[in-house]
């Protein structure tokens, strides 16, 4: 279960990217499956190559976000479909990866005989007793603690870049592009630096992910678009989209959710290792019909007082109109 929270945590900064691109920008981004690759690639190899954990996470970040920039290309300045020119990219994304990797997979454990440095190499050497018959596995309660000092980083930053000038204008941009276009705002610099923004968390996952399984593969994006999707739905279904502090906050709580989820119809025998991605679909479908559930939405409501928005004032009748009475109340 460890593992699964260690796991949870490292997809909710990609679930964050997510976050930027689906909910804030309304533009739906498949970008996810090639540049979480990207970002795993590039740190994985420099690490091969000897580069310092922290550049090489860095660079998987950097990575990741040119190809979000690829995309917002396609789409503002060559005027292709949002979805399209993110499908387009990801395809690009396989080969690029694969020239990056130099190969389908790279192992980040040992080079010429030595064990490779990674951010993760500090946890490397449990204490007796700690991991029965495994002296390699991780400080469980440790890497969980970093890793949620790095999620929660992320989120904080995601509110403050909201929070701006620019960040507004990002939210404006996907609530209504027409008006935000009326009110001056580059709708072209909004998407493509969200998209950049959005990509780089990703491709920072990606790193992350790299460094924690031991090695990165040209396979290891397929599917994270639902990753991301599941605990974006799930988490906002929980602590709801009045609040931007508890929107960001519900999608890490969505990301540990959806991995323990897996975790226990693995534990119990409900599905096999090849289940997962039907697993993430279908909880994908059942999030997002739930949530639309006005039973479910009066019962979180109760729970949590925030979790909705209060309803719009009714616009007053004609009646009501020559009813002082009415009006007043």
Known sequence: ???????????????????????ILDLPDLTVDGSFTTGGGTAAILLVNGCDPWLATLAGMGAGAVA?????????????????????????????????????MVSVNMRNGEPINTLFSGFRLAQPGFCPSDNSCLFSWQVIGLLALAALVCKLAIDWFLATNFGLAVQATGDNQTMALADGVSVRVTKNVTLMVSNGLVGLSGALYAQFNGAADSQMGVGMILVGLASVI??????????????????????????????????????????MKLISAVLVVVALVVSKAEWIRKSFKVLSPWWNKPDPPEPLTSQALHDPAKTEG
Do not use: C, K
């Open 234 to 275: 799930v988490g906002n279904a929980i602590l709801g989209t009045r609040f931007m502090f508890l929107a960001t906050l519900g999608v890490i709580v969505g990301s540990v959710l959806y991995r323990l989820v897996i975790f226990f119809a693995m534990d119990w025998h409900l599905a096999e290792a090849g289940d």
């Open 1 to 23: 279960m460890l593992s699964a929270i260690e796991q949870g945590l490292i997809f909710a900064i990609l679930a964050l990217g997510v976050f930027l691109t689906y909910r």
């Open 68 to 104: 979000g920039l690829i995309t917002g290309f396609l789409h503002t300045f060559l005027r292709i479909d949002g979805l399209l020119a993110s499908i387009l990219t990801m395809i690009g994304l396989y080969s690029i990866n694969l020239r990056i990797m130099q190969g389908p």
